[in-house]
């Protein structure tokens, strides 16, 4: 109840709207009296106005102001009037110095969010591509100088092997030489030595016709051959220490970082689906946060699902499909596909049906109110991957029965609309093994672990680029990716099981981030609107709940 704001007692009836005080009527002379006030509006409690909040004078006890002094830029009361303080000032009613308060905030409101914020929001936008820019960039450098030094030792190596060529060329010649004269040599020394011998048997004998008749070469072999001294060859190595060799190499010329302070301008905030909302300022974490893990009881855990901002749909390896509530933990849903096989690939409606993948009955269905609609069912085709598009479609990855095609097709309910199979030169897009999402900016985006790659087509399913991964991964193991998912920020999110991460690309396919967060064979994963992903962990069995994104200020 309300009490007299005189005596302090709950027996209201009397309400000043002048001076806007509560009264009981014992008090309604002593404050009559006592205000010196000569123009009292007195009602009943009951039929006062709402009770506005005017601000009590500062200077005055228990007096609101009803008035603004323009000049003196506050409110007043009718005693600050009554003193004479403010005579000659232009006085406004405090009402209509509110209500034009009120329209100076709002148009400064309406500058914020539409002209300053979006500037902001395109600033930091500009800042981040720039530093993604300088990433591609100080990586090609690097990947140039790699690429040089290979050259080079390519070059080295010609060079090595032209030398030694010539060596041995050289060393060859060289060596015939000696040999022809060493076979000449060789032959003298077989003659001289028969001399010998027909001299020693001449002496020996008595027959002195033929010891008369014997002569000896000695003149012709006093004439010894001639010397041949090989110039010997020399290596002489070229400098490969200090800096002339470093500039031969090659140098990197400086950078540097300029400081433009006419290098940004207000932007209005653009209506395009993708510009000026808040979620553009959103950032990575650099230690991104570990929210929870929820157990899912499968003997393995495959796919993930996000209903809601608190419910996830899941699927093992069995027939049943589960909902969790994420908060909780706790099982909400159990739904055995309608063939009793084990579903392929799950996905979320815009409209929150549940949809998913039979690959032994070559179906697409469609779960609502817990009864299974089969939507799609192919004959010469097996369904793989399936995702809900912006628009309402559903795009669905499919093989050949032979396994040798692969395709993707975007249907309205069961009707066909578009294929994307071929890329420009009718070179197959991708393998068997694919799982699919749709980014904000429309692409169609697939997780290829049969090529080891994310390939990327816009919407009219042109090729914009393939990721293949990136260097350094956690465990410096090859690249394959699985699950695939995109978020508010067109990022795109695979999972990565040989390295036990989740690799974050920006849409054009530039690398941004590793997530680890201690994931054990992640495989499938999503993301919902409060920047959160949910990882399932094959042999773990749990969805890990992953905060990864920064928060930003909303406004309307």
């Known amino acids: 109840m309300t009490q007299c704001d005189l005596c302090e007692t709950i027996e209201v009836e009397i309400h000043c709207d002048s001076c806007l005080v509560n009264l009981c009527k014992a008090c309604v002379g002593v404050h009559i009296i006592s205000d010196g006030c000569t123009d009292h509006k007195l009602i009943k409690y009951q039929f006062r106005k709402p009770n506005r909040l005017y601000p009590e004078c500062k200077y005055h006890n228990k007096q609101h102001c009803l008035m603004y002094c323009n000049k003196c830029r506050i409110p007043v009361c009718k005693m600050c009037i009554a003193s004479g303080q403010h005579l000659s000032h232009k006085l406004s009613e405090i009402m209509k110095a509110v209500n034009e308060k009120k329209d100076k905030l709002f ?38 100088i790699t690429e040089h030094a290979r050259a080079w030792h390519s070059e080295i190596e010609k060079r090595s092997l032209k030398l030694k060529a010539k060596v041995e060329k050289m060393k060859k010649t060289q060596l015939q030489t000696l040999q022809k004269h060493l076979d000449e040599i060789n032959k003298n020394i077989s003659d001289i030595r028969n001399d010998i011998k027909s001299i020693e048997r001449t002496i020996d004998a008595d027959d002195m016709s033929k010891l008369l008749r014997v002569t000896s070469n000695v003149h012709l072999y006093s004439n010894l051959p001639q010397k041949i001294a090989p110039s010997l060859p020399k290596f002489i190595p070229g400098e490969v220490q200090g800096e002339e060799f ?37 950032q990575l974490l650099d230690e991104p946060e570990i929210v929870t893990n929820i157990d899912t009881g499968f003997e393995y855990l495959i796919n993930v699902a996000c209903l809601s901002d608190n419910e996830i749909w899941t699927r093992g390896n069995d027939s049943t499909m589960k909902l969790f509530n994420i908060n909780q933990g706790s099982l909400l849903k159990s739904i055995k596909t309608k063939s009793g096989n084990i579903p392929w690939d799950i996905a979320v409606t815009r409209s929150g049906d549940l949809v998913y993948t039979d690959v032994s009955d070559r179906t697409v269905n469609i779960v609502k109110h817990k009864k299974i609609e089969n ?44 294929t994307i199979q071929y890329d420009d030169h009718r070179k197959p897009l991708f393998s068997i093994y694919t799982c ?29 680029f ?37 690799h974050i690309i920006d849409k054009n396919g530039h690398f941004l981030q590793y997530l680890d967060c201690e994931l054990s064979e992640p495989v499938g ?4 609107l409060n920047y959160n992903l949910f990882v399932a962990q094959w042999r773990k069995r749990q969805v890990k709940k992953i905060k990864y994104l920064v928060r930003s200020i909303k406004y309307r």
């Not at 300053?116 to 500009?126: E, F, K, L, M, V």
């Not at 591609?136 to 450098?141: A, P």
């Not at 990721?467 to 991964?473: A, S």
Request: a neutral charge; hydrophobic letters at 30%.
């Open 107 to 144: 148009k400064e409101r309406h500058e914020l969010t539409e002209t300053i914020y979006p500037t902001y929001q395109h600033i930091a936008s500009d800042v981040q591509n720039r530093m993604n820019h300088l990433e591609k960039i100080y990586g090609d450098l690097s990947l140039a």
């Open 246 to 282: 470093g500039e031969l190499f090659g140098i990197i010329l400086p950078s540097s970082l300029t400081l433009d302070e006419n290098g940004y301008s207000l932007k209005p905030k653009r209506r395009s689906s993708e510009a000026g909302s808040p979620s553009q300022v959103k």
């Open 375 to 418: 939507v799609i069912r192919l004959q010469n085709w097996t369904p793989r991957g399936v995702c809900s598009t912006s628009s309402g479609d559903l795009l669905v990855t499919m093989c050949s029965h032979d396994d040798k095609h692969s395709k993707i097709v975007r249907y309205s309910g069961s009707t066909e609309k578009q």
């Open 436 to 464: 699919i999402t749709e980014n904000r900016n429309l692409d169609i985006c697939v997780s290829d672990n049969g090529i080891r790659a994310i390939v990327v087509v816009n919407h009219a399913g042109r090729l914009r």
């Open 466 to 502: 393939r990721y293949t991964g990136h260097t350094l991964p956690p465990k410096n193991r090859p690249f394959i990716p699985i699950g695939i998912t995109t978020d508010s920020q067109s990022h795109i999110l695979t999972t990565d099981d040989n390295n036990h991460c989740v």
């Open 525 to 528: 994963l999503c993301a919902d």
